[in-house]
């Protein structure tokens, strides 16, 4: 995946983010299925991932570097449900995702060919910030294909 279209699936996600803030509230509370977790729980998941890869991973892509394994995802995901479910509201949510965006704009904006080429390890996975943004898009459309279906959405791509 080229940088263009990295910063072109930022910029769409971005209007899809947005699109979520007309939801009801039974929308945004609607699980994704039979003991699921709701939209509310997985649009958290997405913000509590992209502040993680943003404070503690970003920062740390040098050529070489040996980084920490991830977290514990279970515990990542759960504070994500709990904030989504018990804290902060579908705004707080919304908002706060958007605003990460825009620092993830940002950073591709530093970006070209030969950053993205940066590889480095995390844990014992070899990988380059390329590859890691790669995933991370991959995540956003797992998880946006997830609720759209839930929400009877059809994906225009």
Do not use: C
Request: net charge negative; hydrophobic share 40%; no cysteine.
């Amino acid at each position: 995946m080229k940088l263009e279209e990295m910063k072109a699936h930022y910029t769409e996600f971005d209007g899809w983010i947005e699109s979520l803030k007309g939801l009801t509230d039974s929308e945004w509370n609607m699980p994704l299925g039979e003991g699921k977790w709701s939209v509310a729980a997985v649009v958290s998941h997405l913000l509590f991932w992209d502040q993680y890869s943003l404070k503690e991973r970003f920062p740390y892509f040098k050529e070489g570097a040996e980084l920490d394994s991830y977290p514990d995802f279970q515990i990542i995901n759960e504070r994500a449900r709990e904030y989504a479910e018990n804290t902060a509201t579908k705004e707080e949510i919304l908002d706060g995702l958007l605003a990460v965006r825009v620092e993830f704009h940002k950073m591709l904006d530093k970006l070209d060919d030969e950053k993205l080429a940066v590889a480095f390890k995390i844990s014992d996975h070899h990988m380059t910030t390329g590859t890691y943004i790669i995933d991370f898009i991959e995540h956003d459309l797992y998880h946006q294909k997830q609720v759209n279906a839930v929400l009877g959405r059809t994906l225009v791509k």
